[in-house]
């Protein structure tokens, strides 16, 4: 019998029967929240068989310790804590420490990290090279993969990755560095000088100074708009194991870089079905345009025969309302007043939610507002433009991240990430001289 998970325990035993006859015993296994596992590990070799499960929807693909979700009943907790409370009372620096190192930091392990982080902010110049090498038109997340790829070539000479310290010194050059790289990135499209990250501000603090501030000109981190910021990052960190944060972990099964792995998950979380879907419900808000076009749209999303889709609605895991939703939508309502600005998309966002919320169809199959609903409203609110939403999205998920990629390199259990296939193409054949091979499409080319 394989070994237990990392901090699983072993509740049963199922049977599974294959119509060849061979039958496989297999452990299940409990942990301390959630539904159990049955360990399908020892099936190809008892049956010859694999298990088929397309985008993993039903397959546990590790033992984690950081982050829970019970997605009928909307609950997130990280290392235990609600993210109700971390968004309410806890900050970056309370919950980068949480993820990385499983406990809330006391005070002095708190100012310790505060310091390990603004000392890492700085990245080498000739890494800022770079950036004169990319287009003024390419789009941030683009060079985002790069640059957080190239960190590797930086650190290659300084990183062990099997060694603790090492590892951690990885985590906090990432989590620190990503902001500056960030703010470079958006430097670059819009053709301004780069501004030097500043010791004095917090980490989202700094992020803002950098993305805004120009040379010559004094420019003062607003604290609302610092705190909102905080709390989507807070919200933003960690999400279990999406697309992201799975390409990390598959990517660190190779015993790759950190920095390579950590450019592989920028990569997963660029597409619009993942980290890109803020910017997708903006977009579909300007499509929609007004509030009496609601139930047009509507109404084009329940039709599947029409391509268009409700951004921002339903989630994998999730089939109630999504707990970061609440609190961003409460912010959106905030920000908005404190900064007394207006945003035609917030009233159109909060008319479309009420709808929604009230078709059967929508209700039925739990299709709720998740995070991405309200998180480029605020994203706006701030001033940030909005190919850089989902480049801020790579920022917070980074502390996630590198947690991941810690304690899956730390676990004994580890192997490297191979999964498997149904094989539905040509059967064996042989080779044919090029004389003798049947036409190409039923006819022979005229090229």
Request: net charge neutral; glycine share 8%.
């Amino acid at each position: 019998m394989a070994a237990a998970p990392r901090g699983g325990r072993v509740v049963g035993t199922a049977r599974l029967t294959l119509p060849n006859g061979k039958t496989a015993e297999l452990p299940v296994y409990g942990g301390v929240s959630g539904p159990d596992v049955v360990d399908v590990r020892g099936v190809y070799s008892a049956t010859g068989c694999f298990c088929y499960d397309p985008g993993f929807k039903a397959t546990c693909s590790c033992a984690s310790a950081i982050t829970y979700i019970d997605g009928p009943r909307g609950v997130l907790l990280h290392r235990g804590y609600a993210i109700e409370e971390l968004a309410a009372d806890g900050d970056f620096d309370d919950v980068s420490y949480l993820l990385l190192f499983g406990d809330l930091p006391d005070r002095k392990a708190k100012a310790l990290h505060s310091a390990r982080l603004v000392a890492e902010r700085r990245v080498h110049e000739r890494l800022i090279h770079f950036y004169s090498g990319f287009l003024s038109n390419a789009h941030p997340m683009a060079i985002m993969v790069g640059v957080v790829g190239a960190l590797s070539a930086f650190y290659h000479d300084k990183l062990d990755v099997f060694d603790a310290g090492d590892q951690v010194a990885a985590a906090y050059r990432v989590i620190a560095k990503l902001p500056t790289l960030a703010a470079m990135a958006y430097k670059t499209a819009v053709g301004e000088p780069f501004v030097y990250p500043r010791d004095a501000l917090s980490h989202c603090g700094n992020l803002l100074h950098m993305l805004f501030a120009k040379p010559g000109a004094e420019y003062v981190v607003d604290p609302l708009a610092e705190r909102a910021l905080e709390v989507w990052m807070i919200l933003h960190m960690d999400h279990e194991q999406n697309a992201s944060t799975s390409t990390v972990r598959i990517a660190g099964s190779s015993e790759a870089n950190p920095y390579a792995a950590i450019a592989s998950g920028i990569t997963a979380l660029w597409g619009p079905a993942h980290g890109g879907a803020n910017e997708a419900v903006i977009r579909m808000l300007e499509e929609i345009g007004s509030v009496d076009q609601i139930p047009a749209a509507v109404a084009r999303a329940k039709d599947k025969s029409d391509s268009f889709r409700l951004m921002g609605f339903g989630h994998r895991v999730y089939k109630s309302y999504d707990p970061r939703a609440r609190i961003l939508k409460s912010y959106c309502h905030e920000l908005l007043g404190k900064l007394q600005r207006e945003d035609p998309l917030m009233e159109l966002a909060l008319e479309l939610e009420k709808v929604a919320l009230e078709d059967e169809y929508f209700v039925s199959r739990g299709l709720y507002p998740n995070t991405d609903f309200y998180s480029g409203i605020i994203l706006r609110a701030l001033g940030i433009p909005r190919d850089m939403y989902t480049v801020l999205f790579a920022v917070a998920r980074t502390v996630g991240w590198i947690s991941q990629w810690r304690e899956m390199i730390s676990d004994s259990t580890r192997v490297i990430g191979r999964p498997r296939q149904l094989y539905v193409g040509p059967a064996p054949r042989s080779f044919a001289a090029v004389d003798d091979r049947a036409a190409v499409g039923g006819r022979r080319s005229k090229l």
